[in-house]
């Protein structure tokens, strides 16, 4: 048998003193760390005060947020001051000790009043503020304050055709150029489109109201109206001669009604007289993030802003080497011409 089995009512004796022992010092350490924390007074002095330091501003702290509290707009002189959004103000550089009052001074980007500013809550305070484009649609403060615009707002902006420049033209020249008449009225031709030609042969001539040509190069592009005998004065000689004009129509989509009138064969030296072309404006429109990007339109044909719109309310009117002539339809049914020149852009908002 073993000791503890013999002497068991001493051993229990002995654990249960030694537990006491333990739970006595874990008070007093206890007791230690509260003082500290509750800002007991230290060194074991006593205190009958139960109630810990400053715990009434609990209660009072409470109780404050039973109380209704309003936040009113304050008032400087009778000018109305937010007390959340301050009105900004900025140092004259000329007077530094005098900031530059918005509300009251004088304007700080003519013709823009410093009320604008305030209003669309744009920063006035840079050299370039006039300049510069606060929702990136390619359209400065000034030129949306001009046109009533928003300048925070990317979708509305003034008229494209302010920002639409002409980078330059192509051009594709042509002569066509009529044989001798059939007794009926019909005509052969002989038609040149760069390096591209084209004929209609004597076998099968153009009768008067025909259109030619059947296939290639301006197939079905022109229309022969007739002819007529015309009385011709004739440099060369100082006279008049007879001359058989031939009376042709365009039928191309952007030319056509287009009449031209051409001597029957003329001498092959004269055909610089006769040459013509078909030109197409090269554009781009400087604004929506399309800078730099290209499009082109044929002369006489009508198109749209942002290019691939259905709404086509402009319209290249003329196409010549150094400046391109627009028409433009407004919403109210107004239209306005205007003459862009080469590496330009249109004309200033209104």
Not at 159 to 184: C, M, N
Not at 241 to 258: A, L
Not at 266 to 286: G, H, I, K, M, W
Not at 324 to 336: N, S, W, Y
């Amino acid at each position: 048998m073993s000791w503890i089995s013999k002497n068991y009512e001493k051993a229990a004796l002995g654990a249960a003193v030694l537990a006491a022992v333990g739970l006595a010092y874990a008070g007093w350490n206890k007791l230690n760390s509260v003082e500290e924390e509750f800002g007991s007074v230290p060194g074991g002095a006593r205190t009958d005060d139960p109630s810990v330091k400053n715990g009434d501003a609990v209660a009072t702290a409470k109780s404050s947020f039973q109380v209704k509290r309003e936040w009113n707009k304050g008032d400087d002189a009778a000018r109305p001051v937010d007390l959340f959004t301050g009105v900004a103000l900025f140092v004259n550089k000329n007077d530094p000790g005098n900031p530059v009052d918005l509300i009251k001074g004088a304007d700080v980007h003519p013709p823009i009043p410093n009320s604008w500013w305030i209003e669309n809550r744009i920063d006035p305070g840079f050299g370039d503020s006039p300049q510069r484009d606060e929702d990136g649609d390619g359209f400065s403060n000034l030129e949306e304050f001009l046109a009533k615009t928003n300048p925070n707002n990317a979708s509305e902006y003034p008229a494209l055709i302010t920002k639409l420049t002409f980078v330059g033209e192509e051009s594709v020249q042509w002569v066509l150029r009529p044989g001798y008449p059939s007794e009926d009225g019909s005509f052969t031709f002989t038609y040149a489109e760069g390096r591209a030609q084209n004929r209609v042969g004597a076998a099968s001539p153009v009768p008067p109201g025909g259109l030619f040509f059947e296939d290639g190069v301006g197939k079905g592009r022109f229309k022969l109206l007739g002819s007529e005998m015309r009385r011709v004065m004739k440099e060369a000689i100082q006279a008049e001669v007879p001359e058989t004009i031939v009376r042709i129509e365009d039928q191309k989509p952007n030319k056509k009604g287009i009449i031209y009138e051409i001597p029957a064969s003329f001498p092959a030296r004269d055909q610089a007289r006769y040459l013509r072309a078909d030109r197409t404006a090269v554009l781009s429109l400087e604004a929506l993030g399309l800078a730099g990007q290209e499009f082109k339109v044929e002369e006489n044909t009508a198109f749209s802003l942002p290019p691939g719109g259905e709404e086509k309310s402009y319209k290249v009117t003329v196409v010549a080497p150094e400046q391109v002539t627009i028409e433009f339809t407004a919403a109210d049914g107004k239209v306005e011409t205007h003459v862009i020149p080469r590496g330009a852009m249109g004309p200033a908002a209104p």
